[in-house]
């Protein structure tokens, strides 16, 4: 299985980016998702999952800024970003939930200025 993450840049505060992540493998659709990130200097966290039936669970820190959805048929999970502030400046990182150490990419770069 390879995830990559995509759809990252630079956007000002208060703008708005959609990551997606494009899944290889069959077991995708079966599995449990999530958006994991790391900023500089900070351990990696969890921001959203989605579970194979679509039930989503948030970070406090991207509750209502934040939506995590998934399309089985295209092999892909997608993070609508919006409110962005500097805080969520990171690599973010898609991955089974729980993650399985082996499917980490490269991730997707966001810089959020101020």
């Known amino acids: 299985v390879q995830l990559q993450a995509f759809g990252g840049g630079l956007v000002q505060s208060g703008g708005s980016l959609r990551l997606s992540c494009a899944a290889s493998?069959?077991?995708?659709?079966?599995?449990?998702m999530g958006w994991y990130r790391q900023g500089p200097g900070k351990q990696r966290e969890l921001v959203a999952d989605?579970?194979?039936?679509?039930?989503?669970n948030y970070a406090d820190s991207v509750k209502g800024r934040f939506t995590i959805s998934r399309d089985n048929a295209k092999n892909t999970m997608y993070l609508q970003m919006n409110s962005l502030k500097p805080e969520d400046t990171a690599v973010y990182y898609c991955?089974?939930?729980?993650?399985?150490?082996?499917?980490w990419g490269q991730g997707t770069l966001v810089t959020v200025s101020s």
């Open positions: 991955n089974t939930n729980p993650y399985y150490r082996g499917y």
């Open positions: 493998g069959s077991i995708f659709r079966f599995s449990a």
């Open positions: 989605i579970t194979s039936g679509r039930s989503t």
